[in-house]
Nanobody, 114 residues
């Protein structure tokens, strides 16, 4: 199983980006797709996740601005990021659980700067 994250880039404060994470390989079902981020000098933190029960959870810092979603037919998870702030600058990683094993994508850089 491989995860390919895309959609990062440079954006001005207040702008938007949409991250995608596509899973490929031997996949029957994907559980708990999530997005994490790691800023320089900081630990990796959870940004958003769709739980096994189907509910969504967000870090307090992104609530109301970010939306996580999934397309089961495409084995893809998305993170719509609006009203971006400089403190959102980080490398964003996707994570998915397939057959009980967690997989990580390589990460995509998001830079919010004027």
């Amino acid at each position: 199983v491989q995860l390919q994250a895309s959609g990062g880039g440079l954006v001005q404060p207040g702008g938007s980006l949409r991250l995608s994470c596509a899973a490929s390989g031997s996949i029957f079902s994907i559980n708990a797709p999530g997005w994490y981020r790691q800023a320089p000098g900081k630990q990796r933190e959870l940004v958003a996740v769709i739980t096994i029960g189907g509910s969504t959870k967000y870090a307090d810092s992104v609530k109301g601005r970010f939306t996580i979603s999934r397309d089961n037919a495409k084995n893809t998870a998305y993170l719509q990021m609006n009203s971006l702030k400089p403190e959102d600058t980080a490398v964003y990683y996707c994570n998915m659980v397939v057959a009980g094993v967690g997989y990580w994508g390589k990460g995509t850089q998001v830079t919010v700067s004027s």
